[in-house]
Structures are given as structure tokens and as C-alpha cells.
């Protein structure tokens, strides 16, 4: 097990059997589940040093994620349930390419052109993982992220590229995540539908 890395440097006498907190430097801090958020229990103590179950995960999240089977085949089935949100809410929408790492959709919404990217797994340097292309008029030449209107959850998933307006048969505004849940794909898209709906208001 590890330990954390701290300001005075000090390592612990037995660095396994518990995930380590140094009693100096961080006192309060103690580890929770990276999924549920359940605070981690004390296992042990040591000279310096309170030692705690676990670091990352619970043991019941490992168990629960593990019973969803390989890694690949979790993520292929919680795209194909985004897919499928997306094909209820908006039926102009259609599959057009269905391969191992990604999903796409296109169609056409509100008399827009309208494309939507949902990838297995991000390309290599890159966290873009839900990449929407929607059609937009004339007005819009740029665009920043308070333009979009996206509630803060989904505002801080954005991916590292910036919003940006491309050309090609049409202007597209083109906006990626690097994660999102089923139903946030569908608050992304239909927010990102109806701000620019109209050109975008700027003080």
C-alpha cells in the first residue's frame, strides 16, 4: 500500500498493510471512495502515521465494477446507453458509423445539421471523449464557453480544446467533453441547441 506524499518528507516505517496519512501535514485529510465518496476507515496506526483501508476505492465499488466485466465491454455498453438517450430524445438523429472505439450519430434537428462523437476511449493526447458538431448561422464567427450557457457540472467536463467555429458544406460549432454522464448528453446537446438558436448576446 502507499503512502501520501507530504511536506516534511518523513517515510513511514511499513509503507503496506494501510494507505498512510501523515499525522503532521495532514491531519484532517483523510481518503474516500473515488466513486461513492465513503470515507475510509482506520485499520492501523504507526509512529507519525494513521493508516486507512483504502486510498482510491471501497472495497464494495471494486466489487461492483468488476462484476460489469472487462474494462472495454463497461465502457462500450455505457456509450451505447448515451447513444440510445440521444435516439429518444432527438428521432432525427441516426446511427452512421458504428465501430469498436466510437459511436457517431448525424442528423438533422430543428432544421440543423447536427453530429455527435461518442468515443470508447480518447484518442492519444487528447481527453475528448463526447464531441458535438451542430450547425449555427452566420453570426456566430467565435464563441467562449459562457456563450454555451452549460450548467457549471457539465462546464467543468469540458475537454482542454476550446469551443471553436469551423466551415466546412456548413458552420459548425464544434464543443467537447471529456466525460459526461447518460443524461448529460442530453442536457449538452439540447443546451448547446438552444443558445445558439439565435446569435449570441455578449455585453
Same mark, same amino acid.
Given at each position: ?6 511536506? +516534511? ?6 509503507? !503496506?498493510? %494501510? ?18 465518496? %465513503?470515507? #475510509?476507515? /482506520?485499520?492501523? $496506526? ?10 482510491? @476505492? +471501497?472495497?464494495? +465499488?471494486? #466489487? ?9 465491454? !463497461?465502457? #462500450? ?9 440521444? @435516439? &429518444? ?9 458504428? /465501430? ?12 440543423? &445539421?447536427?453530429?455527435?462523437? *461518442? ?19 452566420? %453570426?456566430? =464567427? ?9 450548467? &457549471? ?6 475537454? $482542454? ?13 464544434? /464543443? #467537447?467533453?471529456? $466525460? ?5 448528453? *442530453? =442536457?449538452?446537446? =439540447? =443546451?448547446? *441547441? ?7 448576446? !455578449?455585453?
Amino acid at each position: 500500500m502507499p503512502y501520501y506524499g507530504h511536506r +516534511c518528507g518523513i517515510v513511514p516505517a511499513r509503507v !503496506r498493510d %494501510a494507505w498512510w496519512v501523515c499525522s503532521t501535514c495532514a491531519a484532517d485529510f483523510v481518503p474516500r471512495c473515488g466513486i461513492c465518496q %465513503a470515507p #475510509a476507515p /482506520v485499520i492501523d $496506526h504507526q509512529p507519525g502515521f494513521t493508516g486507512y483501508a483504502y486510498g482510491r @476505492l +471501497c472495497s464494495a +465499488c471494486v #466489487a461492483r465494477v468488476q462484476s460489469g466485466g472487462p474494462w472495454r465491454k !463497461r465502457r #462500450a455498453l455505457a456509450i451505447a446507453a448515451r447513444r440510445d438517450v440521444l @435516439l &429518444e430524445r432527438y428521432p432525427g438523429l441516426a446511427v452512421v458509423r458504428d /465501430v469498436r472505439s466510437m459511436i457517431m450519430l448525424a442528423g438533422r434537428i430543428d432544421d440543423r &445539421e447536427v453530429e455527435v462523437r *461518442l468515443r470508447v476511449s480518447a484518442r492519444q493526447y487528447t481527453g475528448d471523449r463526447y464531441i458535438f458538431h451542430v450547425e449555427v448561422g452566420p %453570426a456566430w =464567427t467565435s464563441v467562449t464557453i459562457p456563450d454555451l450557457g452549460l450548467p &457549471e457540472p457539465l462546464r467543468r467536463n469540458l475537454s $482542454h480544446d476550446p469551443p471553436a467555429i469551423t466551415q466546412t458544406q456548413v458552420r459548425w460549432l464544434r /464543443v #467537447a467533453f471529456a $466525460h459526461l454522464g447518460k443524461l448529460d448528453v *442530453l =442536457t449538452a446537446l =439540447t =443546451t448547446i *441547441l438552444e443558445r445558439t438558436a439565435a446569435p449570441p448576446v !455578449r455585453a
